[in-house]
């Protein structure tokens, strides 16, 4: 219950004990974890990376029926300007003068404009960096015209400095959506589960919902993409599973604290025999374990021809850069496939992924680990000194890597999760080994980005531990 | 007031992409995660890679000034650069951080080091880079030892194509630098492709300024105030023969070149897009090339595609819409260029809300929308064709195409065939699904 009473969700380094900086061997960040928690580190070089107000905008234009006032500076809205979800939105654009004297004026006239052009049934304000130093009323304002306007209207608190960890944004978000737009009332006990994903591309999540539907299991996903209409349902769901291990932690702990619903907290479905793990658990969990068991037997040899495609391959090795919980598993799926793992980046790390941490340091404990959104820098540094086959992101920009004639995969676009996941990243992964072009050309021409200086420094000059 | 589905994003992010279009520059932003981060929605920025002080939680509350000091002698150390600039934004400037006694201090350590204040409050990104080409100019000087290469001497400035806001920006120049060579002139494009420090060094000993949008003035008044240089207002970017003609005849009179040499540059022009018109008027390809059109972008974009498409290809253009908002004095100038080739009764229209263009484009319903990727569901919802020739581009990124010159105008015919016969591919489609139906 106490989550969700809270004005906003709490920040990740506060909530999980996340971290966003760290560089060394695997084994040394899972002596830190074993001992207490991480250490919170700071870069005294940094480059810039998404903010929560990034991430909470990126969540909100996927859910379907909202519509979003984005309350700040026109240029707070740009995360909104690369999509065409089809969600209304506007920004209040303040200026120097707002900035001084307040914009709630523009704040009500900005929902009221939109509310005439659009008839949303629902809106999300978001505070920006500006309008959280000045403290502008936005909850008021809220409730002012929720009554006049006879219409659900969320404040969602991002801020921009609060947290390092951008993911923060997704929290901030679950927040608002289950405090003001689930209602509170004795629950009418659905058959379906919720997944708990944030960042997992549609197709990927309706790939897992159809493994599930093999079993006889219903699925709702939240929240994204969640819509308005079935947010109610999500409050009735008969379990929630998380998919994203932090990233899942904060909607299904609120969900189970406030509305009952059952919390499971496994370990992604990456790669064949984790797959097979996550189908038990959710099938038993759901009271579907029989099924479960039968339909994980019958996809036990899916991979099997993946792995002959890649049998040219064997042994090349990859640079990872996945949410922790995805990297942790596709370690496993990189092992089922004869591939080596070279590297990994985590663009945060959390206590919840402790168990897999510790079993992938006691696996390879001088495995090189990067913490820290984007930080291309720090990448450069560590991958001209590895030089793996292939560099594995997603949705995180690569260029550097192709600079040092890297091949790149983008899993954006590719489901990463299920037997079809990993089927589909084995032949991605097989394509882009079979003609690294692009990277040899790109990697070709001088690189003149860093200083030379800088390659030949340790990766983890510029992290140091934060002076309380 | 509030702006639905803004397009024009803020100063800051106008100054960081006119920094990342020069060779050698490095942008060091003050600012908060995500200012920079933001951009890669619209895919052509390389933010992730963006030196910034990422301003914390404790920075906010007790300033972040050493936070800054720290960034900018580590960036010399990790980024290679012939000059750096700190981009001041929003928090900084609202707690009151002291950006310039940081500069100074680095300065004082002979980093190459200077700093422009663009709090993204101040003004959307046309403005932003509008103040930092100014700024650049004024303070590179006293920035660099003078151990620079000295540059190769230039005689035209190119000003206020803007980059990441233009669509095909870094082509477009290229294709004014193609133009200007045919009087033999020496362009200084400033960004893009090769443009690094010694172009901006340069700038100060060229003999003519040519500004290509509003947004282009305040740097060319500067160069004209301190170096005397004088500058041309050409107002626009030119698409096809006749407004690339008129621009070198400009240049002309204002650089006192020789009238003939003028004239035969011309009708080379004329004669090139004239023999390739003919050509697909042979092939069939623009019959019937009248439709209703609606033109919306930028100042730059915007009135030099109507110009062409009304006063070269005969379509009827009744609306164009100008989503930059200029300033006022700039506004009846643009407003008479689309009107001299347009027809007086043109509907000109400075708007940037796209809810607010969509209803205008509603009420004009025209057949063919020449605009952003922003107009698609509009035209849609119309029926009309619609090519993307304005920021954000979608459907066709921009890599090496432009919409400038006498190849530009190609090229946006192109695209404008192209969606016609798509237009009639799915008319024809439509009604083969429905005969079947039945």
């Not at chain 1, 495609?309 to 922790?324: D, I």
């Not at chain 1, 690294?436 to 140091?464: C, I, M, Q």
């Not at chain 2, 947004?215 to 698409?239: K, M, N, Y």
């Not at chain 2, 990727?373 to 090496?400: I, K």
């Amino acid at each position: 219950m106490t989550l969700l009473r809270q004005r906003t969700a709490l920040i990740r380094e506060k909530r999980s004990r996340a971290i966003a900086a760290f560089c060394g061997p695997i084994d040394s960040l899972r002596q830190e974890a074993e001992q207490g928690s991480p250490a919170q580190r700071v870069r005294t070089f940094s480059q810039d990376h998404p903010s929560d107000l990034q991430r909470a905008l990126h969540l909100l234009q996927s859910i379907q029926g909202l519509a979003v006032v984005v309350h700040g500076p026109a240029g707070c809205a740009s995360a909104l300007h690369g999509v065409d979800s089809g969600t209304p939105w506007t920004v209040t654009a303040i200026d120097q003068r707002d900035s001084i004297m307040g914009g709630d004026s523009k704040l009500r006239r900005a929902i009221k404009e939109l509310h005439a052009s659009h008839r949303p049934p629902a809106i999300a304000i978001v505070a920006t960096p500006v309008v959280a130093i000045n403290n502008d009323d936005i909850e008021s304002v809220a409730a002012e015209l929720r009554e006049e306007l006879g219409t659900p209207i969320v404040p969602v608190f991002s801020d921009g400095f609060r947290s390092k960890i951008s993911a923060t944004g997704h929290d901030v978000v679950v927040h608002a959506l289950l405090k003001h737009l689930v209602p509170q009332r004795p629950r009418n006990l659905g058959t379906h589960i919720n997944l708990l994903g944030s960042s997992a591309s549609h197709e990927d999540l309706q790939g897992l919902q159809q493994l599930l539907e093999e079993i006889g299991i219903q699925s709702l996903v939240f929240p994204r993409g969640s819509s308005l209409n079935e947010l109610e349902r999500v409050a009735a769901a008969r379990l929630s599973v998380g998919l994203e291990g932090d990233d899942s932690d904060y909607a299904g702990q609120a969900l189970r604290d406030r509305h009952g619903v059952p919390f499971l907290d496994i370990a992604p479905p990456v790669g064949n025999a984790n797959t097979a793990h996550w189908l038990k658990t959710v099938g038993e969990a759901a009271g579907h374990g029989a099924q479960a068991a039968l339909a994980a037997s019958c996809h036990a040899h899916r991979l099997q021809r993946s792995v002959q495609a890649l049998a040219a391959f064997n042994g090349a090795r990859v640079f990872v850069n996945l949410p922790a919980p995805q990297a942790f598993a596709f370690a496993d799926l990189l092992a089922e496939l004869g591939l080596v793992l070279a590297g990994l980046k985590l663009p945060s790390y959390a206590g919840v992924g402790d168990a897999a941490l510790g079993q992938l340091a006691a696996r390879l404990p001088h495995l090189p680990l990067l913490v820290g959104e984007g930080q291309p820098f720090e990448e450069v540094n560590l991958l001209q000194r590895l030089r793996p086959d292939l560099y594995i992101g997603r949705g995180v920009s690569s260029s550097h890597a192709l600079r040092l004639g890297i091949p790149t995969l983008d899993l954006d676009r590719i489901p990463l999760h299920g037997y079809l996941g990993a089927e589909r990243v084995a032949r991605e992964i097989a394509r882009s080994l079979s003609n690294p072009a692009l990277a040899r050309f790109l990697g070709g021409g001088a690189d003149e980005h860093y200083k030379p200086s800088w390659l030949t420094r340790s990766t983890h000059w510029y992290v140091k531990q934060e002076v309380k | 007031m509030s702006i639905p589905h803004d397009r024009n994003g803020c100063a800051l992010q106008g100054a960081t992409r006119l920094l990342e279009a020069i060779s050698g520059v490095v942008p060091v932003l003050h600012a908060n995660a995500g200012c920079s981060a933001a951009l890669d929605a619209q895919g052509d920025s390389r933010s992730n890679e963006i030196a910034s002080t990422v301003l914390q939680e404790k920075q906010v509350v007790f300033g972040g000034t050493a936070r800054l000091r720290e960034q900018i002698k580590n960036t010399v150390q990790v980024r290679a650069g012939d000059l750096y600039v700190v981009l001041s934004a929003c928090v900084p400037e609202v707690i009151g951080d002291d950006v310039p006694a940081m500069i100074k201090e680095a300065r004082e350590q002979r980093f190459p080091v200077i700093g422009v204040a663009v709090p993204g409050f101040r003004g959307h990104a046309w403005s932003g880079y509008s103040i930092a080409t100014r700024v650049l100019l004024e303070q590179l000087p006293g920035a660099l030892e003078t151990t620079t290469a000295p540059a190769d001497a230039v005689d035209v400035n190119l000003l206020g194509i803007v980059p990441g806001l233009d669509p095909g920006w870094d082509s477009d120049l290229q294709q004014i630098e193609v133009l200007l060579a045919e009087l033999g002139l020496r362009s200084n494009r400033l960004v893009g492709y090769g443009q690094g420090v010694a172009a901006w060094q340069a700038a100060a000993q060229a003999r003519l300024n040519l500004v290509l949008s509003p947004w282009g003035l305040e740097a060319a008044t500067w160069l004209q105030e301190h170096h005397g240089i004088p500058s041309l207002d050409f107002g626009w970017l030119p698409v096809g023969s006749l407004d690339s003609g008129l621009l070198l005849a400009q240049v002309g009179v204002a650089l006192a070149l020789d009238t003939e040499t003028v004239v035969r540059a011309r009708a080379r022009l004329d004669a090139r897009l004239r023999h390739v018109l003919r050509d697909a008027s042979a092939r069939g390809l623009l019959g019937n090339l009248n439709q209703r059109t609606s033109v919306v972008g930028g100042s730059a974009v915007a009135v030099g595609q109507a110009r062409f498409l009304a006063g070269t290809l005969g379509l009827q253009v009744e609306q164009v819409v100008i989503t930059d908002m200029p300033p006022e004095a700039s506004r009846s100038a643009l407003v008479a260029a689309v009107r001299e080739l347009a027809g007086p009764d043109v509907d000109v229209s400075f708007l940037t809300s796209r809810h607010a263009i969509a209803l205008l484009l509603r009420a004009g319903a025209p057949e063919l929308i020449v605009g952003s990727a922003l107009e698609e569901r509009t035209a849609l919802a119309l029926g009309a064709a619609h090519v993307e020739a304005a920021t954000p581009v979608r459907r066709r990124p921009l890599l090496g195409r432009s919409f400038a010159g006498v190849n530009g105008a190609l090229t946006l015919l192109e695209d404008i065939l192209a969606e016609r016969h798509a237009a009639a591919g799915r008319a024809a489609l439509h009604t083969l699904a429905t005969a079947s139906a039945c």
